[in-house]
């Protein structure tokens, strides 16, 4: 599969976005839906949950596929890189989440116990869309065009 994705992929198109928040008296809502909150259609949603304290996750790049990924409920912090430029921020709100283009690699960790890690994606599950290993990932983002 070939792509530019890792040539062009910038943190900086990584995106916190905020959802609505349906105040309700018994319990906060908010909505995800095709065409609206996101810049991509939604073809695979997943969750992370009973992950062991002290472990990590994710640890791969996409090729093609993006993502949004929520702490629905307690909290996990992530690490985003370029291959150029890394950055690391904690998401602990069910409300808020951060997009993460194809061409960026994703660690999660730091999970609170209970957490559960919201991930709507832009493809179904595929294999090959992955990029697990990091010497890999840096040969992809070498001589990056943009920056
Ligand atoms: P992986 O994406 O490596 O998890 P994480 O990035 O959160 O650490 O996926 C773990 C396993 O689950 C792997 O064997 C592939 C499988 N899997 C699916 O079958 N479908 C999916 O949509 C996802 C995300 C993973």
């Not at 095709?34 to 810049?39: E, H, I, K, S, T």
């Amino acid at each position: 599969m070939t792509n530019d994705s890792h040539k062009t992929s910038s943190i900086y198109g990584c995106k916190l976005i905020t959802l609505d928040k349906h105040h309700h008296k018994n319990g906060n809502l908010s909505v995800v839906e095709n065409n609206n909150q996101l810049p991509f259609a939604i073809n695979r949603v997943y969750y992370l949950y009973d992950v062991p304290g002290g472990v990590e996750r994710g640890g791969h790049s996409h090729r093609l596929c993006h993502e949004f990924i929520i702490a629905a409920s307690g909290s996990f912090d992530i690490e985003i890189d370029d291959g150029k430029n890394k950055c690391k921020m904690t998401l602990n709100r069910s409300n808020c989440g951060l997009l993460v283009p194809p061409g960026i690699w994703r660690v999660l960790n730091n999970f609170a116990s209970g957490s559960v890690c919201l991930v709507i994606a832009s493809d179904c599950y595929s294999e090959d869309d992955y990029v697990r290993d990091y010497t890999e990932f840096q040969r992809l983002t070498s001589n990056k065009s943009c920056k």
